[in-house]
């Protein structure tokens, strides 16, 4: 499932990102990247997401320089879509930070 990537090795292109595609929620939270159900006692990860043209996530080192903010958005990530990512592209959530 993991995307082909941009020329920019900063960013990432998602396949789809449409929390209406999901069958049968049973939460009100999604992973951006797969679209399954979460719980939300047990968010780790996030990524900023572009969706001003194709949905994109964006490398957190450069969110700083990234010209396009107001269009960012930070969106939970499961743990499996995490490993198939990457850390690096993702924020971490550790323990006591809420």
Do not use: H
């Amino acid at each position: 499932m993991l995307n082909k990537m941009e020329k920019n090795k900063n960013i990432k292109l998602l396949k789809f990102f449409c929390g209406d595609f999901r069958k049968d929620p049973k939460t009100p939270i999604f992973c951006a990247y797969c679209q399954k159900d979460l719980n939300p006692k047990k968010l780790k990860y996030f990524a900023f997401l572009d969706f001003s043209d194709a949905p994109v996530i964006i490398d957190p080192k450069l969110v700083d320089k990234y010209t396009k903010k107001n269009t960012l958005q930070v969106c939970p990530i499961g743990s499996k879509c995490a490993k198939e990512l990457g850390e690096e592209w993702l924020l971490k959530l550790n323990k006591g930070e809420e």
